[in-house]
């Protein structure tokens, strides 16, 4: 049975500073002393007491990560009662999380008192609730598009619907490869649930499927382009197929990583 790791990265604040206190260790034991009270207590509030804070340095001059590490599946329970859903749970910790980093880089410049032409690079990356929060906000373009896409009654029509299609299967790439990086069961099956019920929502069959099927209106377009109707049912069925793929690989993963009873 695979021994899973119940913590994730919620949230890392990155800068590289060009300022020379790597090996001065009385200096870089402040530094990271006063880092560990500001972003721990900032970390608790906004995220929860059972983070973790982990604190790196590295040469180079001076390259800093503060990251919090914690639980996400308590998280995102915490959340979703909070604020009523998954989605704004979601979206609600990664502004969070994203404020943090933020804090935290500014903090990181101000107690080392880096100049601003020191300052060579910072970053809010994002951490496991930035990255979920991508993938929702992607599936709701694509909704949009989707359900209020008209017949597509030419081949540029055609192609641009097509297109749809394929950013839907290159979002189901970019899914996977970020499942593939967690390492913790519960959290896996929490998170499938919660896009999910967000690809639920995305039509099962195109919107006008129904429109293709009257006598008048497929003699029509018969007419004016014999192998357009073909076409047509070509690209209505690609869609069909691939939004009950990914939705059926989210729906194994919930089933494979959820907790069993018992």
Known sequence: MTNYINEEIICEAYTKLDIHIFHDKQKLADLEKYLLAFFGERARFYLGDQVKIKIEFEEGSLITKLKVIGGAVTIIA?????YGSFREGVAQISQDAAFLAQSANFEV??????AYCDRLDSERRKGIFGRVDVLIRQLDVANEKIA???LPNNKNLLRIFNSETDTLIAWDVASNKFFSK???GPTIACISAGLLEELDKLPVKVPWSDDLQGNSLRASLTNADPDLVGSIEGVAARYA???RTIKKSMRQR???YAP???
């Not at 915490?78 to 909070?82: C, P």
């Not at 410049?109 to 880096?114: G, L, N, P, Q, V």
């Open 78 to 82: 915490t959340a979703v009662t909070a």
């Open 109 to 114: 410049i101000f107690r080392t008192k880096a």
């Open 148 to 150: 209020n896409s008209k």
């Open 182 to 184: 967690l390492t913790d």
């Open 241 to 243: 197929a691939a939004i």
């Open 254 to 256: 919930v089933d494979l």
């Open 260 to 262: 069993k009873n018992g």
